[in-house]
Structures are given as C-alpha cells and as structure tokens.
C-alpha cells in the first residue's frame, strides 16, 4: 500500500490476521529495509496469533537511496502513513515499533500515533564508539509500556549496557524492559559459538513480542 508523504511515497507492507486483536506497526532501520530477519520473522507468525503486522518502508528507501533520511524527515514520513495505519486497525489497538532506527521514531513518535506501547528491536543507544553521544531520552520518551530486545554483542549499545544508562537516568523506568538476546549483534546475528543460532534467535524475537502483545492486550 503506498503512502503519499512529503518525501515521496512511503510503503505500507500488511501481513493480516485473520481474527485481528491488534496491529503492529513496524518500522526499519537506516541500514536495511524490511526485510530484516526479525521483522520477517514478526509478520510472518504474530498473524496467526491475532495480530496484523504492518511494515512501513520510509521513503528514501522506496526511492532506491542508499543512505537514509535525518530523523524529523523520518518522523514526519512515518505520522504521514498514521491515518492508513488507522484505518488498518479499523479501531483495534495499535502497537509501534522497528529495529533500530525505526525503534528511535517509534518512541519520539507515539504519543502521536496514539501507541498503546512500543516494540524495540536493537535499540540503537549511540553510535559505536561514541556513548557519550547517547539517544536514552528517545527511549524514556514514551508513557506507554516499551519492550526492547537487543544482542549482548551491540556496538550500538549493549543489553547491559542500556540497563545501567536507565538505571542511572532519573525517573520512574518501570514501563521500558529490556530482553537480552544471547550472542547477538545490533543486526540479531550471532556467531557460530553463540549460545542462540539464527533461528534461535528469530524465535525468541517472536515469542517475547507475542507474550508482551498479550499482556499490553490484557490491560486495554
């Protein structure tokens, strides 16, 4: 489904359910596209479990551009697509999310898009080698309950290491849990001595994404 924005056109990519409970709107990272191993594996099961998975291609990517657009440009294309998003809901809960970039729009954003909470995959904390440039307040941005899986191996900021950066941040933390992904870099691989293997790891994505799905679901 294309989506007019500003830009140029964005793209709205569905995997229905076919009983919906909910939809989750999911947006990628600046270095791939939505063929990314773990939102696949997102809209490939969650349909069968209730849930209608949207991906949205920004865009510069639509477009063919190799490098990605700055994060207002990103924030703007992404609330373009949020009345479509709507209308695919028909009503239901919406859940927002991405890898990466897409996880830092997801959080700037969903206040705006009405969220009832925030899937992360690989939230990027800051740039590899430079954690005195942190992006924290982008993740403690949204009210909403937030999840977010990330590799112990991330140069973009560790599961340890983003647990102590919120530890240390004032403030009331309780609605972000962060889920550490064994063996796992910022792209969810993992290397041949890795306790998961790729798999394993698309697995766990889908399972901890389902269960956190059902509890949001629980409390709406």
């Known amino acids: 489904m294309d989506v007019p924005t500003s830009a140029g056109p964005g793209r709205l990519v569905v995997a229905p359910a076919e009983s919906p409970r909910a ?25 069968a479990l209730g849930v209608t998975v949207a991906r949205y291609e920004q865009p510069w990517r639509v477009a063919g551009k190799r490098v990605a657009s700055r994060p207002a440009a990103l924030d703007v294309a992404w609330l373009a697509a949020a009345p ?9 809960p919406v859940i927002v999310g991405g890898r990466s970039a897409g996880a830092r729009v997801a ?11 925030v899937v992360c995959l690989a939230f990027p904390l800051h740039p590899p080698g430079r954690p005195e440039a942190t992006r924290l307040e982008e993740l ?8 977010v899986l990330q590799g112990d191996r991330d140069t ?6 983003l647990r102590a950066e919120m530890e240390a941040a004032p403030g009331d933390r309780t609605n972000i849990r962060v ?3 064994p063996g796992a870099d910022h792209g969810m691989k993992t290397l041949r001595a890795s306790p998961l293997t790729a798999r394993d790891v698309r697995e766990l994505v889908v399972s901890t994404t389902a269960a956190f799905v059902d509890e949001v679901l629980a409390t709406v």
């Not at 479509?84 to 239901?92: H, P």
């Not at 959080?107 to 909470?117: N, Q």
């Not at 403690?140 to 999840?147: A, D, E, G």
């Not at 973009?156 to 290491?161: E, I, K, R, T, V």
């Open 140 to 147: 403690l941005t949204p009210s909403v309950p937030v999840l």
């Open 107 to 117: 959080c700037r954003t969903a206040a705006e898009t009405g969220a009832i909470a």
């Open 156 to 161: 973009f900021g560790s599961a340890d290491l």
């Open 23 to 47: 939809l989750l709107w999911l947006g990628h990272g600046a270095g791939g596209g939505i063929g990314a191993a773990d939102l696949t594996a997102l809209a490939s099961a969650l349909p």
């Open 84 to 92: 479509a998003v709507a209308e695919l809901a028909d009503g239901l």
């Open 179 to 181: 889920v550490p992904v």
